[in-house]
């Protein structure tokens, strides 16, 4: 089995990505999601995209925004790759000339290796997978059910929802994937227990990266 990708999303300040870089990432995700408590706005965005280290891919994630808004956002930033995270059709995602992948929430029903096949076809890179939860797109801290998903797919399988330092290493062991997300599960926490959202704790980081990378 090779070893994972690791991805940590939701980076709301450069020295983050910075750290998240020195540790061993190999992306960064930047939020463009207002409703969201990790939304970077362009101009933070930009400064958080010029302190990154070379090599290090960085995603702009996006949920059911204009097209036209998207291509702003590409105008402006040097982004990677894009994540579409709603009800993105795979004719949307394909009309950006930009390397892409796909979020499918997985709630009761869900069927991600027919989504694999049905986005493939349009030049996905990769399906990330992620927890169901009603009114939120992504981010939730929750886990799903690692068993629902399939053995063989049509495009990689990203793995997110509810990972943890504590738990990523049997992630791997169980689904295989090809790369893991992590955003929450990597946070500054409050003293009530709560994230802090996007300010990243560079010490879980480097845990999670040495699990997923073990």
Not at 123 to 140: F, I, N, Q
Not at 143 to 157: N, Q, T, V, Y
Request: some cysteine; charged content about 20%.
């Amino acid at each position: 089995m090779s070893t994972p990708r690791v991805k940590i999303c939701g980076i709301t300040r450069p020295e983050d990505a910075v750290q998240a870089a020195r540790a061993g990432a190999d992306a960064i995700g930047l939020v463009f999601y207002p409703s969201s408590p990790r939304y970077v706005d362009p101009r933070r965005a930009a400064r958080i995209l010029a302190a990154l280290p070379p090599f290090v891919t960085t995603v702009g994630l996006f949920v059911n925004a204009d097209a036209g808004l998207v291509r702003e956002y590409l105008r402006e930033l040097p982004l990677d790759m894009l994540q579409f995270h709603g009800d993105e059709t795979p004719e949307y995602g394909a009309a950006f000339q930009r390397p892409w992948i796909k979020a499918l929430r997985m709630r009761d029903g869900a069927d991600p290796a027919g989504v694999a096949r049905e986005y493939a076809a349009a030049g996905a890179r990769g399906l990330l997978v992620d927890s169901y939860v009603p009114g939120t797109p992504g981010g939730t801290g929750e886990r799903f059910d690692w068993g629902l998903l399939p053995r063989e797919s049509a495009l990689p399988l990203i793995l997110a929802g509810g990972l943890t330092p504590a738990n990523v290493a049997e992630a791997v062991r169980q689904v295989r994937p090809w790369g893991v997300d992590v955003s929450g599960g990597v946070e500054v926490r409050a003293v009530t227990g709560a994230t802090l959202g996007g300010i990243k704790d560079r010490h879980a980081v480097r845990a999670f990266l040495r699990a997923a990378k073990a």
